[in-house]
């Protein structure tokens, strides 16, 4: 790991980042945001840990937790809530076992998100399975992209 | 002198400097612009929107916290629009806020709960949210309930000022709240417990943990008084109420962060009823201390000092009042007739760089010089003067850290420049002459064979540019670092107790033997005067009398003890490091029996027959006033005061750091340390 920590550090010195800079650094090398990463730098840098975790938490494209391997995301937009996201996200987390308040199954397979607005109205409910849009939505279709997935 | 600009605010005319915001303007005409997160001194910051005013001319209301005065400004603070708008925010504000003021521990001093009593508002007329966020109490200091929180930011504000930077915003938008990295508990935070987030919080977000029921806020007599822990004598606020110390702030109004003071300071009184303290004089009988009257003790002692005159020696710590300090020295000059008495500050000063320090103000200087010092808030070394420094710099003031340690601070310097202080002082000197600075031609000669490098002309430069440079030192390299007064701005020898100054002064210093030579060698009949750093009865010791509060272990073994007052029940002034004369006041009756230190010798010389005056506030104040004189002296370390000053300052308060509340501290700080 201190090696990664180490190059990031040398990107950062030579083109005079800040710290998003950094915690995206970090975050397209571990799939988010590990605690050590943060103290390590937080040290090197004599930059507060607790400034780094203030602005990690502040920005939805960080991620505290680690992440699975494939990524579902639900967009919650009004058209879509309209069109039923909501059962989707039950349905999703029921079918793949995610215990409440949580978004990662406990294998790292499936992390379940959710998105305010993708921006496809047009196609609501609208979801995206490794970032690949799939509109109009329905729990049967969903269960029969999770099982692609699984079968893989 | 300063621009001043004229302006109208309410219809009062105001005239204040330029630069200055709309709030602090209005002060000085007392108008009062209702505000829940400006810190007064520090930047607006604009986060509760309810200091928003309207100026003629403008299209919209501004907030003032962070608007500066202009010639001419015509401004209302309240008109039916503001005042509006600020009942708008106040309703948003108590939907996810608790409405229970009857109990809360926060009432009388809450600003929201004074503003909404002002607005009018007996509840929001919002749906009222609750977060349901948990309680940090797992310390004896703080209670973190970010239930209460209003988001103001005054708490993150003074915790990064100072540097200790535990606090911050965590999340966003409606999911925001303030936490520590990782949302850790502040124990495991690395928060030091200094308590300056107590003070800055409006609202119950952060009171003290053991403040509930312990008293309303307009219950309590407020007594200003100096905490005599170490060398910084910081200002306190004493809460007193049935005769018992309720809490201790900082010197200063609430929502203020201009003073500071550490976990000892603030929680550390508990030990004045700690199961330790002593409450009557106790005699050595057949091997054991047993309780006696004061009639008895006192005599005892008197023929005692009879009989061993000049072979007495005294010895006590430099923490006590200038008027302690005066009396302990006739006592023993004139009843005694001896000329062995001396403080632990010989231990770490010599009495030239206390005497002759001058006066200065952390918040006028723009360049702070720290040689040879490690202020730390967090081995609580010199706390205050850290946290100032640290201040003084994020307010726009520079740090110049001489060291030739690693040392905790220099992450707050400008520059720092790492090796022998001296040859380092020589070569800024030099740098600066060759700037054609003006010097005495002693000095010149000095620093002729100094090497100038790149980072001592760094150096120079910033000493250079500087209007009002301060120079902290240790006082072994006092004489080294004054002479650069020579040329510019004020020395300080920083001793590391609150009295250093006032005991030099006053002239409780050595005569006769020094501290050590009696520690060392022993005196027939020695005197220990509060907590000394000495934990075995030095031999050929034939009578050992300690005057002290709590039992240490030096008492265990003294053939009289008698009990004194502490800090917080007996008046009396000192100098602290910066110059100032600070003025205890009595803040509680003494505990048990026990009885200031003059009050002691005053009692002992009656029954000697040579009775002693009770100092006079007049005495104390010729002998305090005294110019320094500074002049060339050679560049030299001075040897001999080579203590570590982090155990000196833990064993002059060994008693206090044994209260309940200091002893968690010891042990989470140790453990987390692991």
């Not at chain 1, 840990?49 to 009004?78: D, E, M, W």
């Not at chain 2, 029954?607 to 002049?631: A, F, G, R």
């Not at chain 2, 005061?641 to 008693?655: D, G, L, Q, V, Y």
């Amino acid at each position: 790991m201190e090696e990664t920590l180490k190059k990031i550090l040398k990107t950062y010195h030579e083109n005079s980042g800040n710290i998003i800079t950094i915690l995206q650094d970090i975050e397209k090398n571990f799939g988010h945001i590990p605690e050590e990463a943060v103290n390590w730098f937080a040290k090197k840098l004599d930059i507060p840990a607790s400034r780094f975790y203030g602005v990690a938490t502040f920005y939805s494209q960080f991620h505290l937790k680690p992440r699975g391997k494939n990524i579902i995301t639900v967009c919650r937009g009004t058209a879509c809530h309209v069109k039923g996201s909501e059962r989707l996200i039950n349905r999703l987390c029921l079918e793949l076992d995610i215990p409440e308040g949580e978004e990662t199954t406990s294998d790292l397979k499936f992390t379940v998100e959710k998105v305010n607005c993708i921006g496809a109205c047009g196609i609501a409910p609208v979801t995206l399975i490794n970032n690949t849009v799939h509109g109009r939505m329905t729990i049967d279709k969903l269960i029969k992209e999770i099982k692609k997935i699984k079968s893989e | 002198m300063e621009k001043k600009v004229k302006l109208q605010i309410d219809g009062k005319e105001v005239i204040a400097p330029e630069g200055m915001n709309l709030l602090d303007a209005g002060h000085l005409v007392d108008v009062f612009i209702p505000n829940l997160c400006y810190l007064k001194g520090m930047r607006g910051f604009g986060a509760c929107r309810l200091c928003l005013v309207e100026v003629e001319g403008l299209k919209s209301p501004v907030i003032a916290c962070n608007t500066k005065v202009r010639e001419g400004m015509v401004v209302h603070t309240q008109t039916e629009k503001v005042r509006n708008i600020r009942r708008f925010i106040l309703d948003l504000i108590l939907s996810i806020h608790p409405l229970d003021c009857m109990t809360c521990t926060k009432a009388g001093i809450c600003k929201l709960q004074e503003y909404a009593y002002e607005y009018e508002l007996k509840n929001t007329s919002f749906i009222k949210k609750k977060m349901g966020y948990p309680i940090d109490q797992i310390n004896p200091f703080i209670r973190r309930d970010p239930e209460y929180c209003i988001l103001c930011g005054r708490c993150v504000r003074v915790c990064k000022e100072q540097g200790t930077n535990v606090l911050d915003f965590i999340g966003r938008g409606i999911n925001a709240e303030i936490g520590t990295a990782y949302n850790k508990s502040l124990r495991e935070s690395g928060c030091t417990f200094c308590g300056s987030c107590v003070d800055a919080c409006p609202v119950n977000a952060l009171p003290e943990a053991d403040r509930w029921r312990k008293g309303r806020e307009w219950e309590y007599t407020k007594i200003p008084s100096v905490c005599l822990f170490c060398g910084n004598g910081c200002d306190i606020l004493i809460s007193v109420k049935d005769g018992g110390i309720q809490k201790i702030n900082t010197g200063e109004k609430p929502g203020s962060t201009k003073k500071y003071i550490c976990a000892y300071g603030r929680f550390g009184y508990d030990y004045i009823e700690d199961r330790t303290r002593i409450t009557t004089p106790l005699k050595r009988e057949n091997d054991t201390l047993k309780e006696t009257t004061w009639k008895e003790a006192l005599s005892i002692i008197a023929a005692k000092l009879k009989e061993a005159g000049n072979e007495t020696g005294f010895i006590s710590t430099a923490g006590i009042t200038n008027e302690d300090a005066l009396a302990l020295k006739r006592f023993a000059k004139n009843v005694v007739k001896t000329k062995n008495f001396d403080t632990t500050l010989s231990l770490y000063s010599d009495i030239h760089s206390m005497k002759d320090s001058q006066s200065a103000l952390i918040t006028n200087s723009d360049l702070i010089i720290l040689i040879g010092l490690n202020p730390s808030q967090w081995s609580r070394v010199l706390p205050a003067l850290d946290a100032s420094i640290r201040k003084r710099v994020n307010r726009g003031g520079k740090l110049l850290v001489i060291t030739s340690a690693d040392i905790k601070i220099e992450e707050a310097a400008t520059l720092t420049l790492k090796g022998d202080e001296i040859t380092i002082l020589k070569a800024i000197v030099k740098s600066l002459i060759d700037k054609g600075l003006k010097a005495d031609i002693q000095l010149e000669n000095a620093v002729k064979d100094a090497v100038v490098t790149e980072d001592i002309e760094k150096a120079a430069k910033l000493v250079e540019e500087a209007q009002n440079p301060v120079i902290f030192t240790s006082p072994s390299l006092f004489d080294s670092s004054a002479n650069l007064t020579i040329i510019k701005g004020k020395v300080i020898a920083v001793g590391f107790e609150s009295n250093s100054r006032g005991v030099a002064l006053i002239g409780l210093t050595t005569e006769g033997k020094s501290y050590s030579d009696m520690v060392n060698k022993g005196m027939k009949v020695l005197y220990v005067i509060g907590e000394v750093p000495l934990n075995a009865r030095p031999s050929h010791t034939d009578f050992l009398i300690v005057q002290t509060s709590h039992f240490t272990e030096l008492a265990e073994q003294a053939d009289i003890v008698l009990p004194s007052t502490t800090q917080y029940e007996t008046e009396g002034t000192i100098i602290d490091y910066l110059g100032r004369l600070k003025k205890l006041n009595r803040a509680i009756d003494p505990i048990g029996t026990s009885k200031t230190h003059r009050d002691i010798f005053v009692a002992i010389s009656k029954i000697m027959k040579s009775p002693l005056k009770k100092p006079s506030e007049n005495e104390i104040n010729k002998l305090i006033k005294v110019k320094p004189k500074l002049s060339f002296n050679p560049f030299i370390r001075r040897d001999g005061f080579e203590i570590a000053p982090r155990e000196f300052i833990e064993s002059i308060n060994a008693s206090v750091l044994r209260g309940r509340r200091l002893a968690w501290l010891k042990e989470a700080v140790a453990a987390i340390a692991v």
